[in-house]
């Protein structure tokens, strides 16, 4: 893997990172194809949108169909019958989904007002199904009972036989209810891990190691200056992002100066519109997250500050609002894909309040183009130095 920084602008800049399988500018928005598809979307459309990255859920494809069947078929780009560039995580998430967030009732980000000053001692909501130790993180699969180790020479294993091109090193994603003192353990236990990873990895993909430290600074640091240390092709910032997005900024704040600039900046999970205007310009490289495709089945389409999408309204206008029953309008007029060229807001909700499975494809389809597109802006309003008039059209000053 190269990448290469074409362009800065103060913090962010616009680069372009290259594999095996091709290559894509920064800054990026990857969609999830969490068990190997993007919800409601095939590889036709990802062409026509313009997706050149997908990021693929190392756990899952472990769980089912098995990673050495993957391999028997001619590895993941075969399989899910993509061409482009295929990231894969390293499964350490799910420590924190089945497990202390399942446990905590709380996403990275825990912005509900009672949580504050909560920690792991709440009462617990549900039966944990993932459990980490120094070795690695034991699951019990949800749904069939399945016992699965992950070790990080284990999930260097899993991913190469995905013959993924980008794969990250196994960490710990702690709670954001998880107190300084498990913090810690956790980040410590991460950065060993870490060096695992890097004796194991399959040298012929790119690996990229997570900064950790929850929401504390001090620890954000130390673990950013020991990856940084680390020999790897890029950096993933990971974990509990605090209580608010304005502790996600902080992290970044302090963990991005503290990085490599010759290499690119991963802040895994976070998708969310204004985050992707405020991290990129704190110099964040890639995004992931399920945003696009998870709203478009809620009945959540994206709409730009033309069409009355602003913060409150977070971009997204609810399609089975009665209000759109005579709409003859498309989603978004500015919009250029297929939705809306062809259909009716009206259509639309028909097709919602019918329970239509057409529905799904089509806000999934606008969704992820929408995103595209403004990671496009984007890039070219740091090109020609008007991200910040860009950054006020859409969140205001």
Not at 116 to 143: M, N, Q, Y
């Amino acid at each position: 893997m190269k990448f290469k920084v074409e362009m800065s602008l103060d913090r962010m800049r616009v680069g372009k990172i290259s594999t095996p399988h091709g290559s894509f500018e920064t800054p990026v928005f990857i969609p999830c194809a969490t068990a190997g598809a993007i919800r409601c979307l095939d590889v036709r459309d990802l062409k026509e949108i313009g997706v050149k990255v997908v990021l693929v859920n190392t756990y899952h494809i472990h769980v089912k169909p098995g990673d050495e069947v993957v391999k028997r078929l001619g590895g993941i780009h075969k399989f899910i019958g993509f061409d482009g560039v295929i990231i894969t995580d390293s499964g350490g998430f799910q420590a924190f989904s089945l497990g202390l967030g399942l446990e905590h009732g709380v996403g990275k980000i825990a912005n509900n007002i009672f949580l504050e000053g909560l920690r792991k001692d709440v009462k617990l909501r549900e039966k944990k199904f993932a459990h980490v130790s120094g070795e690695g993180i034991t699951f019990k699969d949800p749904k069939t009972g399945k016992i699965v180790n992950l070790t990080p020479k284990k999930a260097m294993e899993i991913q190469s036989n995905l013959g993924s091109d980008i794969i990250y090193a196994l960490d710990e994603c702690t709670s954001p209810l998880s107190d300084k003192e498990y913090t810690e353990k956790a980040m410590e236990r991460t950065h060993r891990w870490a060096e695992e990873c890097l004796k194991y990895y399959d040298r012929k993909q790119a690996l990229f190691g997570i900064v950790q430290g929850g929401e504390y600074k001090d620890l954000r640091e130390r673990s950013a200056k020991f990856m940084a240390e680390k020999d790897f092709a890029g950096y993933g910032i990971g974990g509990s992002l605090g209580k608010s997005k304005q502790d996600m900024l902080n992290v970044i704040d302090c963990v991005v100066p503290l990085l490599p600039e010759e290499k690119p900046r991963h802040l895994l999970g976070i998708g969310a519109i204004e985050d992707l205007f405020n991290c990129v310009e704190r110099g964040i490289d890639m995004f992931d997250c399920v945003t696009p495709t998870r709203e478009a089945r809620r009945g959540h389409v994206f709409v730009d500050p033309e069409d009355g999408g602003n913060m409150r309204n977070k971009f997204r206008l609810n399609i089975k609002n009665s209000e759109f029953k005579f709409d003859e309008k498309p989603i978004s007029k500015n919009c250029e894909c297929f939705v809306c060229q062809t259909y009716s807001r009206a259509y639309l909700r028909h097709l919602y309040k019918s329970n239509e499975l057409l529905f799904f494809r089509l806000a999934s389809y606008h969704n992820v183009y929408f995103i595209i597109d403004l990671m496009e802006k984007i890039r070219d309003s740091i090109r020609d130095c008007s991200f910040y008039k860009l950054k006020e059209t859409w969140l205001g000053r």
